[in-house]
């Protein structure tokens, strides 16, 4: 499934969390082989650059970035400007911008090929964000907040709308699909709430209510479609990982380990067959989704393992 050369960064693997440090990892053999320290704060989020020469680490007040090519061992790039926890980030597909959302109640986008560390353009949406997904359509962005409120920001013309799935209940993560064709939310009472997504290039995104369903009976952390769109994976609380198939939104897979504790992310391998997870108990783990084994675990964070970010020579 690996590549054999881990440092050929056709595949990146890395981890972070409450222990300030950034791991990257060896997939084929789960060995760690370089950490980064992030002494500021803990790591909130993590997401590494489409062109995979950079990962960014989401912390309190900054986003630091990390050159994967050379081993300088301090962030090369520091976006300051936000006043609390940022809370998640990613890129736009070409590398040009990135967006990022946090507890000071604003979702920003960074241009990242004029080299400013300001963001140059902020949308505020009156309660604190939890979450931030970007459209596969590349204008739009959705942003979750503690409130129980989606927002829609449509980056071309500034426009802004709402969707408010369950009052006063905390949004944790949101997903679009690769296709464009479905959205998804969870939330604080571990609910997912499914979405179709309607539009073209030309006119906003219209969103139609679809399914929804207890997915765990605790707080539910993350929410994530396979590369193929054919599933949908969740992280709970309740110390589990559980595969849902989109086309009757059946329960296919439970992957749960003693100890585990909270699984606070997850990311799918590029043939959808594999996924791996951070958890609190600080080990990130690849699973096999068919039959539910543990593959591999890598070991090394001394406290929770909170945001995990995974390139290879396919995925997106």
């Known amino acids: 499934m690996f590549e054999e050369n881990p440092l050929d960064k056709e595949i990146i693997l890395a981890s972070g969390g409450y222990d300030h440090s950034i791991k990257i990892w060896e997939t084929h053999t789960g060995l760690c082989h370089r950490t980064v320290q992030h ?61 990022s959302g946090g507890e000071d109640c604003k979702a920003r986008i960074w241009d990242l090929k004029e080299s400013q560390t300001q963001a140059p353009r902020c949308y505020y949406t009156g309660n604190p964000i939890t979450t931030v997904c970007l459209h596969p359509n590349q204008v739009e962005l959705f942003i979750g907040d503690q409130n129980g ?10 426009q802004t709308d709402q969707i408010i799935p369950e009052q006063d209940t905390m949004i944790l993560d949101i997903a679009i699909d690769p296709l464009g064709q479905y959205m998804a939310c969870v939330n604080s009472k571990g609910r997912c709430y499914l979405w179709e997504l309607q539009g073209s290039a030309d006119e906003p995104t219209k969103v139609k209510p679809k399914f929804k369903f207890d997915a765990h009976n605790k707080y539910a952390l993350k929410v994530l479609f396979s590369h193929d769109s054919q599933f949908l994976a969740t992280t709970s609380a309740d110390q589990s990982i559980k595969i849902w198939a989109m086309s009757d939104y059946s329960l296919l897979s439970e992957l749960k380990q003693e100890g585990q504790r909270w699984v606070w992310d997850a990311a799918f391998s590029a043939d959808d067959q594999y996924i791996f997870s951070g958890s609190s108990d600080g080990f990130v783990r690849l699973w096999n989704v068919k039959n539910e084994n543990i593959e591999r675990e890598y070991s090394g964070h001394q406290k929770a393992v909170t945001a995990i970010a995974f390139r290879d020579a396919v995925s997106s």
């Open 149 to 158: 409120i989606v927002h829609r920001w449509d980056l071309k013309t500034d």
């Open 39 to 99: 002494a500021d704060s803990q790591v909130n989020a993590l997401d590494i650059t489409p062109d995979k020469q950079y990962v960014a680490a989401a912390s309190y007040q900054h986003i630091y970035m990390f050159d994967l090519v050379t081993n300088i061992p301090n962030a090369v790039i520091n976006f300051e400007g936000a006043s609390k926890n940022i809370t998640d980030i990613g890129f736009q597909q070409d590398g040009k911008w990135m967006y």
